[in-house]
């Protein structure tokens, strides 16, 4: 079992910054994927980015703002959103799963229990 917990969540001004953890224990692995997710009220989950083999990978909605990284000897994933926007807003989440990265939620195996961004305009 893999377990996953976010942090850095918020409240912000419109142009602002955040920067999201998502710490993982119990029996990790470097090799896995790790991918950050989000979602509002009635919607579906929503893939934001992703990391797998020093290959990173966004939605088009965050290309440009947002960066993914990993520090593997801290077991912590971490996205910087910059430029924030009032439709950032929404829970984040970051999952797991053993291979690559893939923007369906359903093919991750671990979930962390999400933390709120709420950007105001």
């Known amino acids: 079992q893999v377990q996953l917990v976010e942090s850095g969540g918020g409240l912000v001004q419109a142009g602002g910054s955040l920067r999201l953890s998502c710490a993982a224990s119990?029996?990790?692995?470097?090799?896995?994927?790790m991918a950050w997710f989000r979602q509002t009220p009635g919607k579906e989950r929503e893939f934001v980015a992703g990391i797998s083999g020093g290959m990173t990978y966004y939605a088009d909605s965050v290309k440009g703002r947002f960066a993914i990284s990993k520090d593997n000897a801290k077991n912590t994933v971490y996205l910087q959103m910059n430029s924030l926007k009032p439709e950032d807003t929404a829970v984040y989440s970051c999952a797991a799963r053993g291979v690559r990265v893939t923007n369906t939620p359903a093919a991750y195996d671990y979930w962390g229990q999400g933390t709120q961004v709420t950007v105001s305009s």
């Open positions: 119990g029996r990790t692995s470097s090799s896995y994927a």
